[in-house]
C-alpha cells in the first residue's frame, strides 16, 4: 500500500445483525446468499468473516468515490428489489495486528431496510480473534477510493493521525 492511503481511527460497533445470521429480516445471513454472486463477479471473500465488522468513525464520515468494485443491481434475495454494492480493498489493525479486508457499501438509494449513518463504516475481513463491541481499531483506507470528512462534509486530511 502507497501513497493515498490513510488510517482512520474507529470504535467497533453493533449493527442490525443480519450479515452474519438469520434476523427477522431474513432467514438467512445476509452475507451467506450475497458472498457466492460477489465471488461470481470476480471478488472472493472466502476467506473473510461471514459477517460485517461496523466501525464507527465518529465524528468522521465518509464518501465512497472509485471504488475497487462496484456491483450494480445484484439480485440477492427474493424479500426486496435488487442492490448495488461497492467494494475497496482496506487493513484493519487490532491488538498490533493487520487483518486484510473490503470496505462494504450496499449503496443506500438501492436499499429498502437497514441504512447505516455515514459515520459507520462496514468492513468484510479475515477473522479477528477476540474482537468485541467498543474495541479500538484502526482502518487503512485508500483516500482515491473513499473520502473521509468531517461532520460538517469538509475533507479531513488530518485523518492519518
Not at 493515498?4 to 446468499?33: C, M
Not at 472466502?46 to 465488522?53: P, S, Y
Not at 475481513?125 to 477476540?130: E, N, Q, T
Request: charged share 20%.
Amino acid at each position: 500500500m502507497d501513497a493515498g492511503w490513510i488510517w482512520i481511527p474507529g470504535k467497533v460497533a453493533r449493527g442490525y445483525r443480519v450479515a452474519s445470521a438469520p434476523s427477522r429480516d431474513y432467514p438467512y445471513g445476509t452475507l451467506e446468499r450475497q458472498r457466492p454472486i460477489f465471488k461470481s463477479l470476480g471478488l472472493d471473500l472466502d476467506a473473510c468473516f461471514n459477517g460485517t465488522l461496523n466501525v464507527d468513525i465518529h465524528p468522521l464520515t465518509f464518501s465512497v468515490l472509485r471504488p475497487q468494485y462496484t456491483f450494480e443491481r445484484v439480485a440477492w434475495t427474493d424479500l426486496h428489489p435488487p442492490e448495488t454494492f461497492s467494494f475497496s480493498r482496506c487493513l484493519v489493525h487490532y491488538k498490533g495486528l493487520d487483518y486484510d479486508g473490503w470496505a462494504y457499501y450496499p449503496h443506500p438509494e438501492t436499499k429498502e431496510r437497514h441504512f447505516q449513518n455515514p459515520s459507520l463504516l462496514e468492513v468484510i475481513a479475515l477473522p479477528i480473534p477476540d474482537i468485541q463491541y467498543g474495541d479500538a481499531v484502526k482502518l487503512r483506507i485508500n483516500s482515491g477510493e473513499i473520502e473521509i470528512s468531517t461532520l460538517n462534509g469538509v475533507p479531513n486530511s488530518a485523518a492519518n493521525s
